[in-house]
């Protein structure tokens, strides 16, 4: 990259929002989050509504970057979440942070797999979670994307490289039933998926890009499959 390019790309504004300390977000490792703006997903149950619809940010990879200098020694790693951020080139920016010794871990709904594929081949990521919105026949519904084949073939692709990597899928009982999570699971088991599979609970606010409220319908996890490890957050 040359330094014009480098330097637009590294002064332009494409990060919302940081979150300067976390011990939640990175497994075992103390981190910050990175909230990219935009995203190519409008998923109805979304609360991060503000930072999808943002055409700009409030920082730069170089304010990022400057203030990760600050912290080399009291953190571990770095979330690169949004958003979406994988609708951003990050490589230029991962491999700063990585020279500055962080690990890196990504959030992403896995329809970017150019991005994904090289960023793994490139060795600049560390962990990344994969979210797995719902089953095939409502990924329109539910995403307002039609791009669930780009979705399966990074997860074939993180199931097949040595990453380490973890399915989740937000549950909003409305949208989505024990029916459908069964899906998920036996989809994600019969493509060979080996590690822990977690189902997170609908952030009940009225702040979301449908304006759907909390869930009216029940839902029974005794009905659900037990071929897999399944964790609730």
């Known amino acids: 990259m040359n330094i ?5 790309l590294f002064n332009t504004n ?3 929002d940081i979150t300067k300390f976390s011990h939640l977000d990175f497994p075992d490792y103390l981190s910050c989050i990175v909230w990219f703006s935009g995203c190519n997903m409008r998923c109805d149950y979304c609360y991060n509504k503000d930072i999808v619809f943002a055409k700009n940010g409030n920082y730069s990879f170089n304010n990022v970057l400057d203030f990760l200098k600050t912290r080399v020694g009291l953190l571990n790693g770095v979330v690169l979440s949004g958003g979406e951020a994988t609708t951003h080139n990050l490589k230029e920016f991962c491999i700063k942070i990585k020279e500055l010794g962080f690990l ?3 959030d992403t709904n896995g329809v970017n797999f150019d991005s994904i594929k090289e960023l793994i081949d490139l060795n600049l990521l560390d962990f990344l979670a994969l979210d797995y919105k719902a089953p095939k026949d409502k990924f329109l519904k539910i995403t307002h994307s039609n791009k669930y084949e780009e979705f ?3 997860l074939d692709f993180l199931i097949k490289s040595d990453i380490k990597f973890e399915v989740r899928t937000t549950l909003h009982s409305d949208l989505l039933d024990e029916n459908d999570i069964n899906t998920i699971i036996y989809n994600l088991i019969q ?3 080996k590690n822990s599979y977690y189902l997170q609970n609908f952030l009940d606010t009225q702040d979301n ?3 759907i409220g909390a869930q009216k319908k029940s839902f029974d996890k005794s009905l659900l499959c037990k071929d897999i490890n399944l964790l609730w957050r």
């Open 4 to 8: 014009d390019k480098e330097n637009s």
């Open 14 to 16: 494409f990060i919302y």
């Open 104 to 106: 890196i871990k990504l």
């Open 152 to 154: 399966s073939k990074t």
């Open 191 to 193: 493509r060979g998926y």
């Open 209 to 211: 890009i449908a304006n």
